[in-house]
């Protein structure tokens, strides 16, 4: 009945207001259940004693219901042996036995219901006024069974539901663990997708502005130039991928194929030619298609630009019907555009997972006219 130290008051009132009811009724109706059992004896302050005491017990009855059923028991079995009239304080007995069966285990409750049920039947045998003998065995034991059934059906009931909110608890907390862990690989990800392309494109820049200061400085401060802005824009691309991380951050719109001209003219600097080719007409495609779209084509201009060899690249975005497909081409020595798994793996891994994710699939390999090829293709569904 205490719960953190306190009382649960919601249940001492239905508790009280249980008790008084029953007491009330008992007071009031017993008395017209004896006028309809002739040879009973007639109801007088002995009785209301007792079914006041029964009544009351119940007050106790989710504190102690192994003494509230006991003190019922003794008052009901009393009253019954006395003579007075079957009525009203049977259901207090019946309410006792339920409170058993429903607060108790099955093993305990059962014992104490069988004890109850043995002195509930004294009166069949010893009562004052004319004994039932044993017909009277089946209708008392009738007000046992019956609420002790009920009561273990609700207490397995109530476990039953326990169990399964308990579960359904720990499948969210899982669940919301995998969305955690999957939103970290996904962070991840970006994270290397950015960071590895802006760092590629700055040592490129760098390279060459080491080879020109020397001869031509002038030429090296358009070089220099260069890697402020890749690393300037690798930065701003960096804190909105971080931002999703910060709590209540509202997500900032992520990169997509609109980004292919600033990642065209950024590689440009680093001393890439890409040319972007589009087929069909650009449309709105889903925002998780858009960046995978887009991290395809960085990661395999990332790759043309640090083992390729070759100062070309191209792009070729087709929009169709129902899918979008993205396609990146060098002429190198046939290890360019291919994501080199470095760095444990994120390279290729990452974009066929990217991919994959979507429903979709990657292709990658030598082209037969020399350097290497990938191929991305995107569902989108049907075009309305």
């Known amino acids: 009945?205490?719960?953190?130290?306190?009382?649960?008051?919601?249940?001492?009132?239905?508790?009280?207001?249980?008790?008084?009811?029953?007491?009330?009724?008992?007071?009031?109706?017993?008395?017209?259940?004896?006028?309809?059992?002739?040879?009973?004896?007639?109801?007088?302050?002995?009785?209301?004693?007792?079914?006041?005491?029964?009544?009351?017990?119940?007050?106790?009855?989710?504190?102690?219901?192994?003494?509230?059923?006991?003190?019922?028991?003794?008052?009901?079995?009393?009253?019954?042996?006395?003579?007075?009239?079957?009525?009203?304080?049977?259901?207090?007995?019946?309410?006792?036995?339920?409170?058993?069966a429903v607060w108790l285990p099955v093993r305990p409750a059962a014992l104490a219901t069988g004890g109850a049920f043995v002195l509930l039947l004294a009166h069949v045998f010893f009562g004052r006024g004319p004994a039932p003998g044993w017909t009277g065995v089946l209708p008392a034991s009738a007000w046992v069974v019956v609420p002790f059934a009920v009561g273990v059906v609700v207490r397995v009931s109530r476990e039953a539901t326990a169990r399964t909110r308990a579960e359904e608890a720990r499948s969210?907390?899982?669940?919301?663990?995998?969305?955690?862990?999957?939103?970290?690989?996904?962070?991840?990800?970006?994270?290397?997708?950015?960071?590895?392309?802006?760092?590629?494109?700055?040592?490129?820049?760098?390279?060459?502005?080491?080879?020109?200061?020397?001869?031509?400085?002038?030429?090296?401060?358009?070089?220099?130039?260069?890697?402020?802005?890749?690393?300037?824009?690798?930065?701003?691309?960096?804190?909105?991928?971080?931002?999703?991380?910060?709590?209540?951050a509202e997500r900032e719109p992520v990169p997509g194929l609109a980004r292919l001209p600033a990642l065209r003219d950024r590689l440009a600097g680093a001393g890439l030619a890409v040319e972007v080719r589009v087929v069909g007409g650009p449309r709105e495609v889903p925002a998780a298609v858009d960046l995978a779209a887009y991290r395809v084509v960085q990661e395999a201009l990332t790759n043309v630009l640090r083992h390729a060899g070759v100062a070309s690249a191209e792009v070729t975005v087709d929009y169709r019907a129902d899918e979008l497909t993205v396609e990146v081409v060098d002429r190198g020595t046939g290890a360019g555009a291919a994501p080199v798994d470095d760095e444990g793996g994120h390279g290729l891994a990452g974009m066929r997972e990217r991919v994959a994710a979507l429903g979709g699939r990657l292709t990658t390999g030598p082209r037969a006219g020399g350097g290497f090829r990938v191929y991305a293709v995107l569902p989108v569904g049907s075009a309305t």
Do not use: C
Request: proline share 5%.
């Open 1 to 100: 009945m205490r719960r953190g130290g306190q009382w649960r008051w919601p249940e001492v009132a239905g508790d009280a207001s249980l008790a008084l009811v029953l007491l009330g009724f008992g007071l009031l109706a017993t008395g017209l259940a004896g006028d309809n059992q002739p040879g009973s004896r007639p109801v007088d302050a002995v009785s209301r004693v007792l079914i006041a005491v029964a009544a009351l017990a119940l007050l106790v009855r989710r504190r102690a219901p192994v003494a509230a059923l006991a003190v019922v028991t003794v008052a009901t079995s009393t009253y019954l042996l006395i003579g007075y009239p079957y009525g009203p304080i049977l259901v207090t007995f019946l309410v006792a036995v339920y409170t058993v």
């Open 172 to 248: 969210r907390v899982e669940q919301a663990r995998r969305q955690a862990d999957e939103e970290r690989l996904r962070i991840a990800q970006e994270v290397h997708d950015v960071v590895g392309h802006g760092l590629a494109a700055i040592s490129m820049q760098a390279e060459i502005a080491l080879h020109l200061l020397p001869k031509r400085p002038e030429q090296a401060e358009v070089a220099l130039t260069a890697i402020s802005r890749t690393s300037r824009e690798a930065l701003d691309e960096l804190r909105v991928t971080l931002g999703a991380v910060r709590r209540g």
